[in-house]
């Protein structure tokens, strides 16, 4: 079978379906094939038995048929075999072979129509069933686009200005499947998505402009939902991959451990070789005390690096312990000599955990290191707000390299896009965000992701040099073009065999008809299946693409995409870092940033602050310009915004919460001074003024922290006011962690272009 037969069959979409941002399980870089569906497979073939080739009608249909097709791709992975459920192969009894026979044959048209109209039924099915999954193949981020081509009564081919006219309508404005159980969730089709996706370019004016669509009718090439879904599935934001860098904190904690037992028995041998005195106790104990505080600077390097992460890049860490460990050895055995009784047993279980803990440390940071997934800017302290438990770093990036040759340049990707000590390259970024997980919330037991900053590096640059997108060129889903067409070729074949087949029975008429036929077949073939969306030199030329564009839509599909993190992590709140404590008081305090990531409050602008206190924007130049009046206090700002609509649509809350400085559990607290203690911002003063750069259970190891790397030492204990910071966040509920998020945001937010 051919034509949309073929697409149905082989439609069996990429099996790495758990998410619109799936984790990055490898570093491949995938190549961008264009030929994803059979296409021509089998075109032609039908009937060919049938016609005796030696003729002329026939040589042309073998020439046909032989056709160079499109190369057929191979998915990424192969759906396992359930061999219990496996459909065994029954032999037919006499009456049921003579069933069969008498059974009315179809035709192949027929047929294809019948395979159709079952596949569109299965497709409403899933899209009322299960609502943003792009037909349950996501619990994360899906596709309201695709849920409206999914539930779309008319199963065949349609013109392509029935479509256009279906979309520019207020149906998909309006969208919903009817699920109860997504009764409060905006599934309306925003026409970025169409734009993003390339089924249709529409301007202000609602006036068709580009997209597939616009070819298609051009072309007069029918489309089927198959068609259209085929372009959504393909769309790259449906395609895109997270990854994760972040540290192993464990890590960490088990040095601090080892340390932990280390100290305590020196400290026992020492306490004897105090009461034992003399000279010789006396340079054992200044033995102990050296390597004491061997162990508590191995700490601190460990906290700064792997907690803190606020180094330039990370130590080699192989064999941490080894020296101290000698040096417990070494002293244990000096003690013996000065007749100080020393727990033989003991030294062994110490200095033996401590050997194989060095040994995993050791396997476990070289491992970490090799992999690449270790953050990149978190010495960069001017963009987070430092003192969480787990620093991290996320970068959402599309997979492939770009259709069409395309290529973005540095300039579009700044952050990732080369080989960074123990951080990879990353290809096609969309956006990152950074963060870190803390203590917070209703009790100090909850945890608490605080994001610090999301940013689009290629969204940014676009915004200033094409803020309209109309250099901008989408390459992406030309290739339907191929599979579109070969509906109409399959139709020119099919009567092409029907004439042959007539044989000596052939008029004029019927040989007339025929070379009409060939002449359409190959104007078909050669203007339909060679990407003519779009040429080569309009790609090369133009800006390449990447989707969601508008910070409203590239930051809440980050917001959603951490929201589904924090799910995975087990947070129980997502938190946005205020720009009192961050990005006003430690940079430049633009309008943007007030805007998009809002106060503690969640609103865009403070009473009485504004160019005054030296809040600037922006403008089309890239150059600063003080705000003229005030900032409005009572203006909800993007992310904050975005929190909102999804507690409505999710059965969540939005709240100011208290959120950690530092981990509450361990009162020795090395604190800097950061600018965010002025009255315009109405903080607490016992809040406002300082970050907590690190905790720490006892003095000594705060102590030592301190003498490296500066601040100063203050001691908190659990409950302390001074402990916390209030910042806007959203709960976590199991409807976040069930039901997918939509992938375009829509309306009633804050967006000044020139506003950062």
Do not use: C
Request: charged share 30%; aromatic share 8%.
């Amino acid at each position: 079978m051919s034509g949309l037969k073929e697409l149905i069959e082989s439609g069996k979409f990429e099996d790495d379906k758990t998410s619109s941002v799936p984790g990055d399980n490898d570093n491949s870089f995938e190549k961008y094939d264009p030929s994803a569906l059979k296409g021509f497979a089998g075109m032609a073939a039908v009937g060919i038995g049938a016609v005796a080739l030696r003729n002329p009608i026939g040589k042309a249909i073998s020439k046909i048929a032989g056709l160079r097709k499109p190369k057929l791709s191979v998915s990424r992975t192969t759906a396992p075999v359930d061999e219990v459920e496996e459909v065994l192969t029954i032999a037919p009894t006499k009456i049921e072979r003579g069933q069969l026979m008498k059974r009315p044959q179809i035709s192949q048209q027929e047929e294809i129509r019948q395979e159709a109209i079952k596949r569109s039924n299965e497709l409403k099915k899933l899209a009322y069933l299960k609502p943003l999954s792009r037909g349950g193949q996501t619990n994360r981020i899906g596709s309201s686009l695709y849920d409206y081509i999914a539930r779309h009564p008319i199963a065949g081919a349609r013109k392509p200005e029935e479509w256009i006219k279906d979309f520019k309508s207020t149906g998909p404005g309006s969208f919903k499947t009817g699920n109860p159980d997504f009764k409060n969730i905006n599934q309306a089709v925003k026409k970025e998505e169409l734009w993003d996706s390339n089924i249709l370019q529409l301007n202000k004016q609602g006036e068709v402009v580009g997209g597939f669509l616009k070819t298609a009718s051009e072309k007069g090439i029918p489309l089927t939902k198959m068609d259209l879904l085929y372009i959504v599935e393909k769309a790259p934001v449906n395609n895109l991959k997270l990854r994760k860098l972040t540290t192993n904190v464990k890590l960490v904690d088990d040095a601090e451990d080892v340390s932990r037992e280390m100290n305590l028995g020196l400290q026992t041998l020492r306490d004897k070789a105090v009461a034992k005195g003399g000279d010789e106790a006396a340079e054992l104990i200044q033995d102990i005390n050296a390597t004491q505080k061997s162990l508590l600077k191995i700490n601190s390097r460990l906290y700064k690096q792997f907690r803190s992460v606020d180094g330039e890049d990370y130590d080699d860490f192989s064999n941490i312990f080894s020296s101290d460990i000698a040096a417990y050895k070494n002293i244990a055995n000096k003690a013996r000599i000065l007749g100080i009784n020393v727990d033989a047993n003991e030294v062994t279980r110490i200095t033996s955990l401590a050997a194989n803990k060095d040994r995993e440390l050791s396997r476990l940071f070289s491992l970490q290191k090799q992999q690449g997934y270790l953050p990149k800017y978190g010495n960069y302290n001017e963009y987070r707000i430092k003192g969480g438990d787990e620093y991290f770093e996320n970068v959402v990036y599309y997979p492939k390299p770009l259709p069409m040759g395309q290529r973005l340049g540095s300039e579009y990707n700044k952050h990732y896009t080369s080989e960074y000590g123990a951080t990879k390259a990353i290809p096609n970024q969309v956006y990152h965000t950074r963060g870190s997980i803390r203590k917070g919330g209703a009790n100090q037991n909850q945890k608490v992701m605080m994001i610090d900053e999301i940013q689009s590096d290629y969204h940014q640059k676009l915004r200033k040099v094409n803020p309209t997108r109309e250099k901008v060129v989408n390459a992406f889903g030309n290739e339907i073009e191929f599979f579109s067409a070969n509906r109409k070729l399959d139709k020119i074949v099919e009567e092409m065999i029907d004439i042959s087949k007539r044989g000596t029975a052939k008029t004029s008429t019927d040989l007339a008809r025929f070379k009409k036929l060939s002449s359409d077949f190959d104007e078909l073939k050669n203007n339909s299946m060679n990407l003519a969306n779009i040429t080569k030199q309009q790609a090369g030329d133009g800006i390449p693409f990447l989707p969601l564009h508008g910070k409203e839509n590239w930051g809440a599909h980050a917001l959603k995409n951490q929201i589904k993190d924090a799910v995975d992590r087990g947070v129980d709140w997502v938190a946005i870092a205020p720009v009192e404590y961050l990005h006003h008081a430690k940079r430049t305090k633009y309008l943007g940033d007030l805007e998009f990531y809002g106060n503690r409050f969640g609103k865009a602008g403070f009473k009485g602050y504004g160019g005054r206190q030296g809040v600037v924007r922006k403008n089309a130049n890239d150059s600063e310009v003080s705000i003229e009046g005030l900032t409005d206090p009572n203006k909800k700002a993007t992310l904050p915004a975005v929190m909102e609509k999804l507690a409505k649509q999710y059965n969540s809350q939005v709240a100011t919460i208290p959120v950690a400085k530092s981990n509450p559990d361990k009162p020795f607290k090395i604190v800097t001074k950061v600018n965010n203690d002025k009255k315009y911002y109405g903080l607490n003063p016992d809040k406002a003024g300082t970050e907590h750069e690190a905790a720490f259970r006892t003095l000594k190891e705060a102590e030592v922290y301190k003498s490296r790397y500066g601040g100063e030492i203050i001691e908190m204990q659990a409950g302390d006011s001074r402990l916390y910071l209030d910042a806007f966040a959203i709960r976590i509920t199991p409807e976040m962690a069930t039901k997918p998020f939509k992938a375009y945001q829509t309306g009633g937010l804050v967006v000044n272009i020139f506003a950062w």
